[in-house]
């Protein structure tokens, strides 16, 4: 009997996957980064798209992230559903000892777990992509990746039209998308950039109707930086991130597939307040595991800073004494000092799926941030906020809305992980992602009666 019912269930999980990818033929994911779960929970921020979303959608409780809770690992781990230790994007920029960070994960190649836009592509389907981390050279058919001068950080324009695919398109949707765009119009110092990134998006759904388009908004993440969570920075740019998704749902019902289009609007972090900054390498260079500032080559240990973390590597992985002189000298901190932070040892560590290298990590408390400096005090004063944190709280968490086809209408969903997404949004189009970890939850999908 227990046979028999097992193998009801299985077809009937077959039968119900089967008429879900049956009306659901397209899925636009957006990004906001730094998106929190109260921007469409409390009525009092400016975002009716995105409420209208959630009253007649569903909604989650909030989305717990991935370590540490920084933009690229975080979009990574949302395209391929699994964790950093798996997908490879460790951390915003590349691991480099004796500065402020190496160069920032771009390439697509990178990616070392199959991502929605590989799936995509091996079920026969199109995919777009606008403005997604650690997307250039991907496996889309419309892509827009987020790239920028190493000579002038701040014009993005030229980068992003040299590695668009296929050729020329970003010249195509400057022509039939935003018009020409300045310097400001097109990187993080305007709020305006959402709005180009949004009609791009627009374009690229009117014109050529990709099974799966991709979008990431990034400016909610720069407000809250400059001013933490509560500010009228923060209001105008979470309204103009609620206007970009206007424009859109705009652009489905343009193109005739509103009818069969699920709209997921996640995130990729929350945002913590800071009033305190702590250097965790000052102490390695104090007992002598750091040398002198500029030599990448004269260091036994270092503190990768990531905001509210910071992730401790080895030189030599298998040096146990630098270990356990680095973990001799958080002991003898003093208490003012040490009830800033816990420490991750390495097999919760592990189990976070963050950095294999990692052999630790100190988790700070809301209000310290950590940074990377070498000299001066050890504790500093900071303002506006950050993330990074370890993923145990709720103002971490961010946010996940969805409406649309095979999408449950007036429902919400408890805590999510942000690994679930992708499966969810495989489930939805009837691909496989056979190496995401994450977890569809039924109570996401609309229930069809057979």
């Known amino acids: 009997m227990k046979n028999k019912f097992i193998a009801l269930l299985v077809i009937a999980s077959s039968l119900y996957i089967n008429a879900t990818a049956q009306k659901v033929k397209y899925v636009v994911l957006v990004s906001i980064d730094g998106f929190r779960p109260d921007f469409y929970k409390d009525p009092s921020w400016p975002t009716p798209n995105l409420q209208q979303m959630a009253k007649q959608g569903v909604y989650a409780q909030g989305v717990t992230g991935v370590f540490p809770t920084v933009t690229y690992p975080s979009h990574t781990s949302l395209i391929t559903g699994v964790t950093p230790s798996r997908h490879g994007i460790l951390y915003n920029t590349m691991f480099e000892p004796g500065g402020e960070g190496g160069q920032w994960y771009t390439e697509a190649r990178q990616i070392q777990a199959e991502t929605l836009w590989d799936a995509i592509r091996k079920a026969g389907l199109r995919s777009a992509s606008v403005s997604w981390p650690v997307s250039t050279g991907a496996p889309v058919d419309y892509n827009i990746p987020e790239i920028w001068s190493k000579e002038n950080p701040a014009d993005r324009r030229g980068a992003t039209s040299q590695y668009a695919t296929p050729k020329g398109l970003f010249e195509e949707v400057v022509a039939n998308a935003t018009g020409n765009m300045q310097i400001n119009d097109y990187n993080l110092n305007s709020l305006s950039m959402d709005q180009n990134l949004a009609r791009i998006a627009g374009y690229l759904i009117r014109t050529y109707k990709p099974n799966l388009l991709t979008i990431h908004l990034p400016c909610t993440d720069g407000a809250q930086h400059a001013e933490g969570r509560e500010s009228d920075q923060l209001r105008r740019a979470i309204a103009g991130a609620d206007n970009a998704v206007g424009i859109i749902l705009d652009a489905l019902q343009k ?66 004494a630098t270990l356990q002189q680095v973990k001799q000298l958080l002991q003898e901190l003093p208490e003012s000092q040490k009830k800033l932070f816990r420490i991750i040892e390495k097999p919760e560590l592990a189990k976070s799926g963050a950095d294999p290298d990692a052999v630790l990590a100190l988790a700070a408390i809301q209000g310290i941030a950590f940074n990377s400096a070498i000299t001066g005090e050890e504790l500093r004063p900071a303002k506006g906020g950050t993330h990074g944190y370890y993923p145990d709280f709720y103002e971490i968490q961010t946010g996940f809305v969805a409406n ?47």
């Open 255 to 320: 193109a005739g597939i509103k009818d069969s289009a699920a709209v997921i609007v996640a995130g990729d972090h929350g945002f913590v307040n800071t009033h305190s900054s702590l250097a965790p390498n000052v102490w390695l260079a104090k007992k002598g595991l750091i040398g002198k500032a500029g030599n990448k080559e004269d260091w036994k240990a270092w503190f990768v800073p990531t905001g509210g973390a910071a992730l401790l590597r080895l030189k030599d992985s298998k040096d146990m």
């Open 404 to 450: 649309g086809a095979g999408i449950r209408k007036n429902g919400t969903a408890p805590v999510m992980s942000l690994t679930d997404i992708a499966p969810t949004i495989a489930y939805l189009l009837g691909i496989e992602l056979k190496q995401a970890t994450g977890t569809v939850y039924p109570g996401l999908l609309e229930q069809r009666n057979k």
